[in-house]
């Protein structure tokens, strides 16, 4: 099965510029989404402190609830739609900035405070996670390292199965991918947490495939045609591997839209994340990292002259 017949001679090269200011512009955006609002969405699993997912058989105003919750002194409480459900229902992501020595009483005053606001059958507490400050930070930090090892990892692998040029554009790119997807996360305000992690390092492991076809292809070629310009074999390249790039990419985002709008709001975020990602996935692998492998080829031409 092929969408895209075998003979497109679609001249990636030239566009290669556009599609580079296009992504340093994305990047910026992200990272202005990060500052203005203050760094990244941190979950309870970064953060630390409880959360509470709340079922009211009747949706409240959300400040009802934030009147209910502010005289317990937690703190700055933040109170989350989480979508509504059937017969009026509507769910609730309540979050406290706690200290571990306040954890073990919270959750039963903050019941309490509901049920006498409420009435004691008006709600539904479905899940309690609770993280330590410390263990947060800790996570947090490993979660970071863990993105950036797999990414250092992932072009060091290419760089050693095919050539050093290779191997910076393939960490460009998945350095890349991992940016523009965290900043559309932040653009749309989805929380950082363990799962939001998993999908990043998906993305680098999906990513790279990409990009090993085409490097593949394109070691090939420039045995077949050594006195083809690079330009001209990288082209032909992306070409080739063009149908099966799209029909993998394909399916994997059928299935990934099928988790957003079926999976409930819980794995939204993980969804959302992988969706940017293995879009901007094949975009990279096409319009990042084998252009990079072209300049760096002419960056050493003009060198050795």
Known sequence: ??????????DFIRLAPWAIGLSWTLILIGLMSFVLRGGPNYGIDFAGGTMMHVRFAQKPPIGDIRHVLEP??????????FGSGTAGSAEFLIRLPL????????????ISALQQKFGENSFEMLRIEMVGPRVGAELRT???????????????YIWFRFDVRFGIGAAVALLHDVLITAGALSIVNYEFDLTVVAALLTIVGFSVN???????RIRENMRKRPRDALAAIINSSINETLSRTVLTTGTAILVILSLFFLGGNVIHGFAFALLVGFSVGTYSSIYVSSPIVLYLQRGTARRQR
Request: aromatic fraction near 4%.
């Open 72 to 81: 317990l002194g937690f703190g700055d409480v933040t109170i989350q739609d």
């Open 1 to 10: 099965m092929e969408l895209i017949k075998p003979g497109t001679k679609i």
């Open 142 to 156: 490993r979660a970071i390292l863990a993105v950036l090892f797999s990414t250092v990892m992932m072009g060091a």
């Open 210 to 216: 990409d990009t090993v076809i085409i490097s593949d």
């Open 99 to 110: 200290k571990e020595a306040q954890m073990e009483t919270a959750n039963k005053q903050v």
